[in-house]
């Protein structure tokens, strides 16, 4: 079975190797990405994130902010199981 593949915004290393651990793919979160992910974790929400303004993905976003990794490993397992 492929892992699933989540796109992580820079500077969220401890997220990333939380989601590793859990068995997850894990990218930088780029433009590229947003076609490839069926996750993806950012460091706040904002409806612009990547300075687009129409969203190019339908891929759950997950804001890290004032969570620990676990707590967002959790969330990712969560919205994903929806699929």
């Not at 707590?71 to 994903?80: A, F, G, P, T, Y």
């Amino acid at each position: 079975m492929t892992p699933k593949t989540i796109a992580v915004e820079d500077q969220l290393s401890p997220f990333e190797k939380a989601l590793v651990d859990a068995g997850f793919r894990v990218i930088p979160l780029t433009e590229e990405a947003l076609s490839q992910a069926q996750a993806i974790v950012v460091q706040g929400t904002d409806i612009h994130f990547l300075g687009m303004e129409d969203p190019m993905t339908l891929a759950p976003v997950i804001n890290a902010d004032g969570r620990t990794p676990a707590d967002v490993v959790h969330e990712v397992e969560r919205r994903l199981l929806r699929e």
